[in-house]
Structures are given as structure tokens and as C-alpha cells.
């Protein structure tokens, strides 16, 4: 039997698994131990492991869609200025060609790339490490076309509601506010946000529980204090994805719900 059957069959005996958001935060997250790594392990065995995992990071963008499609995706540092620990962590996780090759096929409203050359940016690996420390669950990354509209990154990601009924957990990885200009460096061990930062994430949670994702969608006709907290976006729009996933038995929760530093949001959702 070869790799890419064995994988169809691993997936179609597996039941519909849940999908998350994750607010990633600092990279440093990948070494401290805190409220928002435990909370990432605590949803980790909340349902049982999945056969594969696809991550939308906020810091893998391009112009056009791609895919991860290497059998041993490197682990990259795609940050600076951190201490040298950071720098020494790998999380050699398996790739997955097959789900690649999957995901191509399903994704009919773009043309995909095969990417050879990508890896595991932090979005995924330091909070992934927390959840699977053994490094033994494939993981696979889609990247963000940034010629896209919000409204076709959310159209193109319910092309992918198959993967939850196929065993794979589909992780977005990003913050709902994100606004490291305003970010207040020397407070940031305490859970307070701007007014403004606040304002608009209590709007978001409430969107968000309502299920209604057109808001969020469309979320520059929101005002100011939306303009103030996705200033660019990139690490609002694997939200989206996770939304897309979303049917109507699924229940909604939030873990991690606090702010940092006054303009990023640690919130993270489950969906299912």
C-alpha cells in the first residue's frame, strides 16, 4: 500500500476532531512556562490526537497560495533579538506530502504551489511544541496569499472543512489584536489592554460566540478601534480559517483569554 492511500484510510476511520485558534504571542512562549502554555496543552488532550495537523500562520505570507509539501520541514527562527536558547530549539516533526497533495485537491478556488522550501515558522512550532512535545504528528502549513480579500481567504478555507471528518486539526495561528507599535514593552507581565484594544476584542469574543462571521469578515467597516487592533492583516486572518470549519452543532469556547501588554490579545478559540 503506498503512503498516500495508507493516509486516506488512517483519516476516513477517524471521526470529525475540533479546530482552533491560537493567539501565538511572543516567540518566548516556546520557552516560558506560563498560564498560556499550559493552556495550549490543556486543549491539546481535550480530544484525542489528531492523524495530521494544518497550521495557517500569520508569518508565512505570499503571493499566491502554498503549500508545505517536504517529508522533514525545518524548523525556522524567523525572528531576532532573543536570547540564544530560543534560537537552539528544533521541532523535527514529520511533513506529509499525501496531505499536501489532499489539500490541493480540495482547495478548487485557487491554484495551489507545492513548497519545497518553507518549514515550520514559529507561528507553528512554539506553540505545536507545547501541545505534541514528541514531535510525532505531521504538520503541514498553508500559507496566506496576501492578494486575497478577507472575504476569499474564508470562502477558500470552508474548501477545507473535510480535513475535521478526516482526523487532521486544522490550527490558525495568529492574535485577534495586534498592535506591537503600541505595545507597552515594560508592562508586559501584566494582563491589562488599551481602551481601545479592549473595546474591540470584548466585540470580536462577542462575534465570535454568536457565530457571526460575516462582522468578522468584513471586519474594516468595524471603526477605529478595529482599525487599531489589525493594523495589518495577517495575524487576524487565520481566524477566518477556523471560522469557515465551523458547523452548526459545533459548540464555541475561548481559553487563554487575556491581554498582553496593553495591545495583544492571547485569546484562542475551539470550534467542535
Known sequence: MNDKKRLENDLSATSKIPAL???????????EENEFVQGFREVAVSFKAPKAILCISAHWETRGTRVTTMRNPRTIHDFGGFPSELYAIQYPAPGSPELAGEIDELLSSASIRLDEEWGLDHGSWTILRHMYPNADVPVVQLSLDNTKSPLEHYTLAKELRKLRDRGVLVVGSGNLVHN?????WSRLQENFYFDWAEE???????????????????????????????????????LLYILALQSKEDEISLFNDKPVGGSLSMTSVKIG
Open 21 to 31: 485558534f491560537l493567539g501565538h504571542g511572543s516567540p518566548m512562549n516556546a520557552l
Open 180 to 184: 506591537l507599535q503600541h505595545l507597552s
Open 200 to 238: 474591540a476584542s470584548s466585540t470580536m469574543k462577542e462575534f465570535i460566540l454568536d457565530g457571526n462571521h460575516q462582522d468578522l469578515i468584513h471586519y474594516s467597516r468595524q471603526g477605529k478601534t478595529f482599525q487599531m487592533s489589525i493594523p495589518t492583516p495577517e495575524h487576524f486572518l487565520p
